[in-house]
């Protein structure tokens, strides 16, 4: 049974615009999310975390919300450019299990047309 | 500095052979970790190791994978003999403290025909 959830395998946003990546879990031991991009032929490299004490972290275009009742998060990506063009995995821990074990989810491309 | 290298980059062998892919992570990370990606699947976690001594191998499929790290430096992932199922990529991540953030490198892709 996935504990972590991309529902969405593609998205298509016009550069300039707002996309929006969606992610959601069942496991409320999970503290800490992250969020990876990976390029073709590439292993996937970090983009931004958060942790559970918060409902927002922001870096530059990127900003990713988490919404613990929900028990959703999102990566928000404005404006979105051409070389975001990659597949975003979201990933989860739980630092009570001691081994801060990462949980990802399936993956969802996303594509900026310019 | 150099990031976390693995080779081969792309292995295709029959069923029933056997397979090494070899991953070196960054220099001083104590922690590595192997991890799969079947198509179209989420990044499944392997095992772990801290130095060269296996702290979770709760993801390892069966008894045809077999992982070492002898000496706490490079690790290497063994399948034999191998299956059609076992097709997928292959990464190897490291961290410097196991709180830490993940480097992964480019990962091994395996067919088996």
């Known amino acids: 049974d996935q504990q972590v959830k991309q529902n969405s395998p593609s998205l298509s946003v016009q550069e300039g615009r707002i996309s929006i990546l969606n992610c959601d879990y069942t496991?409320?031991?999970?503290?800490?999310f992250l969020w990876y991009k990976k390029y073709p032929a590439e292993g996937p490299t970090f983009l931004i975390s958060i942790s559970s004490i918060k409902d927002k972290n922001e870096d530059g275009r990127f900003t990713v919300f988490l919404n613990k009742s929900a028990k959703h998060l999102s990566l928000h990506i404005v404006p979105s450019q051409p070389g975001d063009s990659a597949v975003y995995f979201c990933a989860a821990s739980a630092g009570t299990s001691g081994t801060y074990k990462y949980i990802f989810g399936t993956g969802t491309r996303l594509k900026v047309l310019a | 500095e150099a990031g976390v290298t693995q080779f081969p980059s792309h292995s295709v062998i029959e069923k029933g052979q056997t397979v090494t892919l070899r991953c070196d992570p960054i220099s001083g990370h104590d922690n590595l970790y192997w991890y799969r990606r079947v198509m179209g699947k989420e990044i499944k976690f392997l095992l772990h190791f801290v130095k060269e001594s296996k702290q979770d191998e709760s993801g390892m499929p069966n008894n045809r994978f077999l992982a070492e790290r002898t000496g706490g430096t490079y690790s290497t992932l063994k399948v034999q003999p191998a299956e059609l199922e076992d097709s997928g990529v292959y990464f190897c991540?490291?961290?410097?403290?196991?709180?830490?953030?993940?480097?992964f490198g480019p990962g091994t892709r395996l067919t088996v025909l």
């Open positions: 496991n409320s031991m999970f503290d800490y």
């Open positions: 991540a490291s961290s410097q403290v196991i709180q830490g953030r993940r480097f």
